[in-house]
């Protein structure tokens, strides 16, 4: 069983910097590869990053590359993403998502098991 749980979202002004943090309670952390979700009102979960589990490969939807950096420290039990050069479109809740299936492409929700809760972002313009 994987519990996680985000933190660090907020209000933030467009063009502003957020990082988002993913903490892990579970065993073997550096056996699951993770990923970041996001949610807009009225809107389905739309994928927005994800890294392997040694952390040597990060994949971003190209609604974020370039601003976005998904790390993981395993040590820690804890991935996180950080996002810049914030966009009122950016607003959402963002999940951190856990899956141990071997795979690489792992861009839709149903490619993972275990979910956060979730953590607000608001981008104000």
């Known amino acids: 069983q994987v519990q996680l749980v985000e933190s660090g979202g907020g209000l933030v002004q467009a063009g502003g910097s957020l990082r988002l943090s993913c903490a892990s309670s579970?065993?073997?952390?550096?056996?699951?590869?993770l990923g970041w979700f996001r949610q807009a009102p009225g809107k389905e979960r739309e994928y927005a990053a994800h890294i392997s589990r040694g952390g040597g490969a990060t994949y971003y939807a190209d609604s974020v590359k370039g601003r976005f950096t998904i790390s993981r420290d395993n040590a820690k039990n804890t991935v996180y993403l950080q996002m810049n050069n914030l966009k009122p479109e950016d607003t959402a809740v963002y999940y951190c998502a856990a899956d141990s299936a071997l795979r690489v492409l792992r861009i839709r929700p149903e490619d993972y098991t275990y979910w956060g809760r979730g953590t607000q972002v608001t981008v104000s313009s």
């Open positions: 579970g065993r073997a952390f550096s056996s699951y590869a």
